[in-house]
């Protein structure tokens, strides 16, 4: 494996911390992107990578999208991301989510974790009990925490709304027809949220059950998982794993908007100008699905409730709109003004 330093997604990362518990099989990295707004806040993930390598890819990518999907929100925190490498014989048990806590209390607050895929909020609860840097927690009542995936839905479907307004001219989605990829906690929050708003929907998820599940209960059409990105609609939404806008999969979209929950979805630097290029509008995803981080910030720092989360998660829109705007002034792609916008905001621009 190539040194972090000179891989392509090594972005002047502060820290790059690789942990290995014998006892429990943990091995683990907390990328930490950037402190200059504060602590570097970004969930754990557990997943199964092929190599080493790619995990640490993962981690660099993620953790610089949390830079800028926290600046961008205007929370007082910095990025960070945990990968745990999900092996053949080892299991995700009490200890080695207790291991985890203690590889995050050693970093001395300098990284602040929640749960992301693969996670949940019990497992938060057994990390909690080896360090205090970890948020998801249960949340009490009227208060901010608990399960982030219906904050980051709902962040989703607002700037979705947003998107259509300015791709479309339309206030409302209201007979737009929606293409959802992947029907976890965020798409099928958004998913409710767009048929509740009168959207019609095409779902695909690599899980059959889940997927037949939430198209009859919202009464959407399914797709298979690998032809969605093709399915002729008004809003493509990735909501599932990330880098799925590569130079061949945007070729083949039949939609004027991209717009979804899924973390990296451009695969390279350039599929943000193959998108403007074809006239497709893209939302960037750190600034659409920043939900999520919004509800876990608050309340890691405790200085909001649920009404507080939802009042910031309800600026996304503005957010977007500003950025839609800049980029036709500019000429830029959308990623590349939001990209520019957070580089400012931490002191890289």
Known sequence: ??????????DAHEGVHFFHDRVTGLKAIVAIHSTHLGPAAGGARYWHYADSERAVTD???????????????GLPVG??????LKEEGVTKSPELLA????????LGGRYVTAQDVGMSEADMIAISCETRHVSGLPAKSGGAGGNPGPSTAYGVFLGIKAAVKHGLGRDDVRGLHVAVQGCGSVGSGAARHLA???????????????????ADELGAEVADADAILATPCDVFSPCALG?????RSIAALQTGIVAGGANNQLARSEDGDRLKARGILYAPDYVINAGGIINVVLEYLG??????????????????AEIFAASEASGLSTDKVADQMAQRLIGRG
Do not use: C
């Not at 494996?1 to 090594?10: K, R």
């Open 1 to 10: 494996m190539s040194a972090p330093f000179d891989l392509p997604d090594f």
């Open 59 to 73: 981690a660099l990518r993620l953790s610089r999208g949390m830079s800028y999907k926290n600046a961008m929100a």
């Open 79 to 84: 990025g960070g991301k945990a990968v745990l």
């Open 99 to 106: 291991a985890l806590g203690r590889a995050i209390e050693s």
């Open 196 to 214: 509740a708003a009168g959207a019609k929907l095409t779902l695909a998820d690599i899980s059959p059950g889940r997927v037949r599940a939430l």
């Open 243 to 247: 880098a799925i806008l590569n130079e």
């Open 303 to 320: 200085i909001g409730d649920a009404d507080a989360v939802r009042a910031r998660i309800e600026q996304i829109p503005g957010r977007l």
